[in-house]
């Protein structure tokens, strides 16, 4: 009996001391770093891309000091549960199983999912044609649920990052990527790996697996802090800043309807 | 102090039990993958290692040379790095994609697993098998001479089966090493144990049940593997333990040594 309560205590002081000190503290956003053109790393190590600069403009917006911290995408939200950083600015879906386990802002981007395959290949998007076929994806993402709940013939093929599967994709090791249409153009069909491929199939969406566009993921426990954030979007797409950083990487507002 | 508790809750929650059970099955062939491959790299190693520490434990300087070259080159890199350098590096050569391998082996990720996890075995097994070689002791050897058995028949009759007993418990480390070391396939897609366990945390975005399942049966597959040894080694190495098995209570001092 002792002993649990000096350990409720002492559990207790560590979390309450816990949130002392994150307030002084800077603002740490996780960020991904290897999925353009949403995010990716220089070769000097600096982190460039659509979620960093959101992310730099949301903390000026805020007037909070912000602290990029990169992260492996499959371990994002346990990184951030284990308060790795307080907020997640990495291109991540606004989705019901995840809500479980985190809150998000309001959606910062929303764009379709599409299939990515060889120019003249016989790529049927349906339940018989996908059947067999090697489709590669991120692991972790959105794109895992929605391929396992509608085509749960095709063999799936996961990797930790986007760029691996457009490797992958490029040399033949699979039928076709699954993933965003933007990442897949701007990381892929645009660049000289992806000549010869091309979108097959129109655009993928389910409510349950690919929600209602990316958002800002914080703990359950920071409501303030996504209320913060809510309010900076609004702001930068009142003020004109997204439709700048908008236009440096695309061509069409990607805020969607 | 109540939302102290739910974030505390939250942020801690306990295994999700449930989900690991749906999904067991997943992580019985996950094992199976990882003991397909470890095996088999186990076998293909082993199988090159003992020619090799032959030429290793000889003198012959232009056979020596090229075997050390490779032990040392895979012994002194990471296995991550030489499972990247075979699955991503040879597939960006056309050369290579246009070769006949390319179709059924080298663009397979569970052939190119297969081979850096044997060439990597074979390294370490090679320089395991020499150390045990060139210690072999001088009067069984010259015994063999003093029959008149040829360098072929003293290597096979006497110097090999003795070195094999004598490396069998630091061959048992080598294959818990390959056990673990065979991770690394799943960072090449395959769903072997720990890709499972990676697959299941991605799907239901969960922070390390996938993990713990993964390492429970890793450590269920080592418990099994170091009895196997340690029963193995009370058969081959019976006639270097210490003579005193009539015994039931140890003595104090020399005759209570066992290792």
């Known amino acids: ?257 | 102090m109540g939302e102290a508790i739910i974030q505390f809750l939250e942020t801690w929650s306990p295994l999700d039990v449930v989900l690991i059970a749906q999904n067991f099955d997943r992580f019985l062939l996950g094992a199976l993958v990882t003991l397909q491959l470890t095996g088999l790299a186990l076998l293909i190693g082993g199988a090159l290692a003992v020619p090799l520490a032959i030429i290793r434990a000889g003198k012959n300087p232009y056979l020596n040379a090229p075997v050390w070259a490779f032990t040392y080159t895979f012994r002194g890199t990471p296995l991550l790095v030489q499972t990247y350098l075979i699955y991503y590096g040879l597939g960006q050569f056309e050369a290579v994609r246009e070769s006949f391998l390319w179709g059924p082996i080298l663009s397979q990720a569970w052939w190119c697993a297969l081979i850096a996890f044997s060439l990597n075995t074979a390294a370490y097994t090679t320089e395991l098998l020499r150390g045990a070689i060139v210690t072999t002791s001088r009067g069984e050897v010259e015994a063999a001479l003093a029959c008149g058995f040829s360098a072929a028949q003293r290597m096979r009759r006497i110097v090999l089966p003795s070195a094999f007993r004598r490396a069998l418990p630091a061959y048992s480390n080598e294959v818990i090493f390959m056990l673990h070391g065979s991770v690394v396939a799943s960072t090449i897609t395959i769903q072997d144990l720990l890709g499972v366990g990676r697959w299941l945390n991605g799907r239901y975005y969960l922070a390390y049940e996938g993990f713990i399942t993964a390492a429970v049966l890793y450590l269920i597959i080592v418990l099994i593997i170091s009895r196997g040894f340690r029963w193995w080694e009370s058969r081959w190495l019976r006639h270097l333990y210490p003579q005193n098995a009539v015994e039931t209570k140890p003595k104090k001092g020399l005759a209570s040594f066992r290792f």
């Open chain 1, 1 to 257: 009996m002792k002993l649990k309560k000096i350990l409720t205590t002492l559990g207790l002081a560590i979390l309450l001391g816990g949130m002392a000190s994150a307030q002084a503290a800077d603002l740490r956003i996780g960020v991904e770093g290897a999925y353009p053109p949403f995010s990716w790393k220089e070769s000097d190590g600096t982190l460039k891309g659509f979620d960093i600069e959101i992310a730099e403009a949301l903390c000026a917006e805020m007037g909070r000091n912000c602290v990029l911290v990169e992260q492996d995408w499959d371990g994002m939200i346990p990184a951030l549960l284990a308060k790795k950083y307080d907020a997640i600015v990495a291109s991540m879906s606004i989705t019901e199983e995840r809500k479980k386990r985190v809150n998000f802002s309001d959606k910062y981007y929303n764009t379709p999912a599409k299939f990515v395959a060889k120019n003249g290949s016989d790529l049927q998007i349906t339940k018989e044609g996908l059947k067999g076929k090697r489709i590669g994806l991120q692991r972790g993402t959105t794109h895992q649920c929605f391929m396992e709940k509608m085509f749960p013939d095709a063999e799936l093929v996961l990797y930790a990052t986007q760029e691996e599967v457009f490797q992958d994709l490029a040399i033949g090791r699979i039928d076709a990527n699954f993933s965003d249409s933007i990442a897949a153009d701007d990381g892929f069909l645009k660049t000289d790996a992806g000549k010869g491929f091309g979108f097959v199939g129109g655009d993928m969406h389910d409510m349950e697996c690919h929600g209602e566009g990316a958002g800002i993921a914080v703990r359950k426990s920071d409501d303030e802090l996504r209320m913060e954030f809510n309010k900076a979007i609004q702001a930068l797409r009142d003020k004109g800043v997204y439709q700048k950083i908008n236009a440096k990487y695309f061509d069409f507002d990607i805020f969607g309807g």
